[in-house]
């Protein structure tokens, strides 16, 4: 099996297990099991959760793909220094954002790391490293910018819940927060990550 092709599969595999988990340890999978652990009427559940989804069906593909194009083009100093960078950012990621959230959320809440956001760390490290040797650490193909660069501005609008906006203006969930309406932070990130994509993308063609 060729590289790409089983670390696309080992992460989807990877973050499908996030799903029994969220069920039977940390109770998140479903509205009804997430309001009752945290005694709340607005919740995120696993679900519902496109940041959970996307890391299972769309990012394990694009991070294959560049496994695929550029992962020998990587030293093995390469691969740890960026591991290491990437581990940072994602408890600085998992600190700031996911446990200073407004509502509760299938990774944690209120300072509190779910067992599924335990098993994200990992996940969203590695993930962090591949995209940063992308970027800064691989003679990258116009072809290939482009292809990952779209790829991962579906990404952000899939982890900002932007897919759940439009279903919920039309079903109205009742348990279902309104994230980008009430939380100013959504927003920032959104363009913040759009424009991260377009620079980063960009640069590895022309630098």
């Given at each position: ?22 069920y039977?340890?940390d109770?998140?999978l ?17 679900v ?7 890391d ?10 560049i ?15 960026m591991g ?26 209120k ?5 599924v ?14 995209l ?64 991260a ?6 640069l590895?063609?022309?630098?």
């Open positions: 099996m060729a590289p790409g092709t089983l670390f696309c599969l080992t992460m989807a595999l990877w973050a499908a297990l996030w799903l029994p988990a969220a039977f340890i109770q998140t479903l509205p009804g099991q997430m309001m009752q652990r945290f005694g709340t009427g607005k919740v995120i559940p696993a519902a959760d496109f940041f959970i989804w996307a299972i069906f769309w990012l394990p593909w694009i991070l294959g793909y496994v695929a194009k550029e992962g020998n083009q990587w030293s093995r100093w390469d691969v740890i220094c290491l960078l990437g581990l940072v950012l994602t408890c600085l990621f998992q600190k700031f954002v996911v446990l200073t959230g407004e509502w509760p959320a299938t990774l944690g809440w300072g509190r790391t779910t067992f956001g335990g098993l994200h760390i990992p996940y969203m490290s590695v993930a962090l490293a591949i940063g040797l992308h970027f800064f650490r691989s003679s990258v193909e116009p072809q290939t910018a482009l292809v990952v660069g779209i790829a991962l501005v579906v990404q952000i609008g899939l982890d900002l819940h932007l897919p759940v906006k439009f279903i919920q203006d039309h079903y109205q969930f009742v348990w279902y927060p309104n994230i980008l309406g009430e939380d100013a932070k959504q927003l920032w990130m959104l363009a913040g990550g759009f424009s994509v377009v620079a980063f993308s960009l590895s063609v022309f630098l």
